[in-house]
């Protein structure tokens, strides 16, 4: 300890110019917006509190100094999350090996020499986050973005489509590879594995992304579902692949062939649709690296400006602690925002018994923070904090004991799945017999709603609009023929229904009205 208090004071003293690598903490959004502004800082990782950031001149006031003309060849940095019960022990650990630039009694940011050093290994779950220059946080990537929330029946059909019989196997494939560290043979054999169901799909664009790190490292599996109307707006779902423990071996059923498990039902499940917005379907390599795989799909995305409108990750979605009630903690940080309130107004629609709860994790991360950090919004629905899978990292990450309910795993699959499918909009050729027979004939947009809704038809004759309340009274009638608002201030907050006549038949959606803000 007594190094770290020397080097502490080494760098708050440091002042000079050029580039320097800073730590930078924050109370609120708005500051890192402002910080922003300035135009001499590059954000690389917003964690909850805190920026890491390149100042290209003299850094600001507020912030600590970690290294001058940090980005040399050959020179990396890392975020290591310390665990709670014995943090001097891993930052002692550290510090036998690596250059330490910043403690504190969570996490430490150390310096890594990439020649003759290996990078840093995870003391908890998600422990390690690469800092990377490649990822530079702007605001507003995603412009003029409108989440609105619109009721599909055909969502109704494809949550229950999730499948116990198809997602389970493929947790227990991916648990039998034994390891699925990144730089194994057995991650490649899972690489190609994945790759190979994709594939299976021949709606699918499936390719292997390469990115640097180190030597023989398993790729990022991609698969593009291209969308009908706007292909270059993104949905993008993910989920990391490769596994890692302190034992013997690294089964990773819950961290992460669940999460990958759930991606590939959603592949198999919504390459039956077609959606106006494309779909990507990614399983990143190298999570427990350091977020590497993800940092570099969020990176060169950026870079290429692709316009992504959400990201929806999958990392541990099977173990379910004691008969605690199925529920997820949210995992966004505040510039997810928007993102968080769809996917809560998405699921109070479809899955209203599924509660939302919004959280933080002391330690450690997971691969929506790559986005996030790149200046999408990323979230990250988790299965608790703190009480998520007490195997994680050990030999008996396993089904069974880690992955121990397959009916959370499949509420967790449906959530995403229909806020994937809210975002990515179901494609309905409007008119033809195809839509007749299969889709829906009314949407209605906001859901939740206050003062107003708007009700649109997709017919070319007047719909019967009829809404009841929880209790089966009418409230309110009206005749649509293509789209109409109606005012719904006269109806108290609550939960209703919303039936729709037409010579097609007669279909039902739930609004609803939430207290005028």
Same mark, same amino acid.
């Given at each position: 300890?007594?190094?770290?208090?020397?080097?502490?004071?080494?760098?708050?003293?440091?002042?000079?110019?050029?580039?320097?690598?800073?730590?930078?903490?924050? *109370?609120?959004?708005?500051?890192?917006?402002?910080?922003?502004?300035? %135009?001499?800082?590059?954000?690389?990782?917003? %964690?909850?509190?805190?920026?890491?950031?390149?100042?290209?001149?003299?850094?600001?006031? *507020?912030?600590?100094?970690?290294?001058?003309?940090?980005?040399?060849?050959? +020179?990396?940095?890392?975020?290591?999350?310390?665990?709670? $019960?014995?943090?001097?022990?891993?930052?002692?650990?550290?510090?036998?090996?690596?250059?330490?630039?910043?403690?504190?009694?969570?996490?430490?940011?150390?310096?890594?020499?990439?020649?003759?050093?290996?990078?840093?290994? &995870?003391?908890?779950?998600?422990?390690?986050?690469?800092?990377?220059?490649?990822?530079?946080?702007?605001?507003? +990537?995603?412009?003029?973005?409108?989440?609105?929330?619109?009721?599909?029946?055909?969502?109704?059909?494809?949550?229950?489509?999730?499948?116990?019989?198809?997602?389970?196997?493929?947790?227990?494939?991916?648990?039998?590879?034994?390891?699925?560290?990144?730089?194994?043979?057995?991650?490649?054999?899972?690489? $190609?594995?994945?790759?190979?169901?994709?594939?299976?799909?021949?709606?699918?664009?499936?390719?292997?992304?390469?990115?640097?790190?180190?030597?023989?490292?398993?790729?990022?599996?991609?698969?593009?579902?291209?969308?009908?109307?706007?292909?270059?707006?993104?949905?993008?779902?993910?989920?990391?692949?490769?596994?890692?423990?302190?034992?013997?071996?690294?089964?990773?059923?819950?961290?992460?062939?669940?999460?990958?498990?759930? +991606?590939?039902?959603?592949?198999?499940?919504?390459?039956?649709?077609?959606?106006?917005? *494309?779909?990507?379907?990614?399983?990143?390599?190298?999570?427990?690296?350091?977020?590497?795989?993800?940092?570099?799909?969020?990176?060169?995305?950026?870079?290429?400006?692709?316009?992504?409108?959400?990201?929806?990750?999958?990392?541990?979605?099977?173990?379910?602690?004691?008969?605690? &009630?199925?529920?997820?903690?949210?995992?966004? &940080?505040? *510039?997810?925002?928007?993102?968080?309130?769809?996917?809560?107004? +998405?699921?109070?629609?479809?899955?209203?018994?599924?509660?939302?709860?919004?959280?933080?994790?002391?330690?450690?991360?997971?691969?929506?923070?790559?986005? $996030?950090? $790149?200046?999408?919004?990323?979230?990250?629905?988790?299965?608790?904090?703190?009480?998520?899978?007490?195997?994680?990292?050990?030999?008996?990450?396993?089904?069974?004991?880690?992955?121990?309910?397959?009916?959370?795993?499949?509420?967790?699959?449906?959530?995403?799945?229909?806020?994937?499918?809210?975002?990515?909009? &179901?494609?309905?050729?409007?008119?033809?017999?195809?839509?007749?027979?299969?889709?829906?004939?009314?949407?209605?947009?906001?859901?939740?709603?206050?003062?107003?809704?708007?009700?649109?038809?997709?017919?070319?004759?007047?719909?019967?609009?009829?809404?009841?309340?929880?209790?089966?009274?009418?409230?309110?009638?009206?005749?649509?023929?293509?789209?109409?608002?109606?005012?719904?201030?006269?109806?108290?907050?609550?939960?209703?229904?919303?039936?729709?006549?037409?010579?097609? %038949?007669?279909?039902?959606?739930?609004?609803?009205?939430?207290?005028?803000?």
């Amino acid at each position: 300890m007594k190094v770290f208090t020397l080097l502490l004071g080494l760098l708050i003293t440091a002042t000079g110019f050029g580039q320097q690598l800073i730590l930078n903490s924050y *109370s609120n959004y708005a500051e890192i917006e402002s910080l922003y502004a300035t %135009g001499s800082i590059s954000i690389h990782h917003i %964690g909850t509190d805190f920026i890491i950031a390149t100042a290209s001149d003299e850094a600001p006031a *507020s912030a600590l100094v970690l290294k001058q003309e940090p980005w040399s060849p050959g +020179v990396s940095y890392f975020l290591v999350w310390l665990p709670e $019960n014995n943090s001097s022990d891993a930052l002692n650990e550290l510090t036998d090996i690596y250059t330490l630039l910043y403690a504190d009694a969570s996490k430490a940011i150390i310096e890594v020499h990439q020649a003759s050093q290996p990078g840093p290994m &995870p003391f908890v779950h998600g422990g390690v986050v690469r800092i990377s220059p490649a990822s530079t946080w702007t605001p507003n +990537v995603v412009a003029d973005a409108k989440y609105v929330i619109d009721t599909f029946q055909t969502i109704y059909e494809m949550i229950a489509m999730v499948d116990t019989g198809e997602f389970m196997p493929t947790i227990r494939h991916l648990e039998n590879y034994g390891t699925r560290y990144c730089q194994s043979p057995e991650a490649v054999e899972a690489q $190609n594995w994945i790759k190979a169901k994709f594939e299976e799909y021949p709606e699918l664009v499936v390719e292997l992304q390469d990115f640097p790190y180190g030597s023989g490292s398993s790729d990022n599996v991609i698969a593009t579902l291209p969308g009908k109307v706007n292909p270059d707006q993104y949905i993008v779902m993910g989920s990391h692949y490769d596994s890692y423990s302190w034992g013997s071996t690294a089964p990773g059923a819950d961290d992460n062939a669940s999460g990958t498990a759930a +991606v590939l039902e959603l592949a198999r499940i919504l390459t039956q649709y077609e959606f106006e917005k *494309s779909i990507i379907f990614c399983t990143f390599s190298a999570e427990e690296v350091g977020l590497i795989g993800s940092e570099y799909y969020a990176s060169q995305a950026q870079a290429q400006g692709m316009d992504i409108l959400g990201y929806f990750n999958f990392d541990m979605i099977g173990y379910r602690n004691g008969n605690d &009630p199925i529920h997820t903690d949210m995992i966004a &940080p505040a *510039s997810a925002t928007e993102l968080v309130d769809f996917y809560k107004g +998405v699921v109070a629609i479809y899955l209203p018994d599924f509660n939302v709860y919004d959280a933080q994790l002391s330690g450690g991360d997971s691969d929506h923070t790559s986005f $996030n950090n $790149n200046g999408y919004m990323g979230i990250f629905p988790f299965e608790d904090v703190p009480n998520y899978s007490p195997y994680i990292h050990t030999v008996q990450d396993l089904v069974g004991p880690s992955v121990n309910s397959p009916e959370m795993a499949t509420t967790f699959i449906q959530a995403n799945l229909a806020s994937v499918v809210s975002l990515s909009t &179901p494609y309905v050729p409007v008119g033809t017999e195809a839509f007749i027979h299969d889709n829906t004939t009314l949407h209605l947009f906001p859901n939740p709603a206050t003062s107003n809704v708007t009700f649109r038809s997709t017919v070319n004759e007047p719909l019967k609009i009829i809404i009841f309340s929880s209790l089966g009274q009418q409230v309110l009638q009206r005749t649509v023929s293509g789209q109409l608002t109606v005012d719904i201030t006269s109806l108290s907050s609550g939960v209703y229904v919303v039936q729709a006549t037409s010579q097609y %038949g007669t279909e039902f959606h739930r609004l609803i009205v939430s207290p005028t803000q």
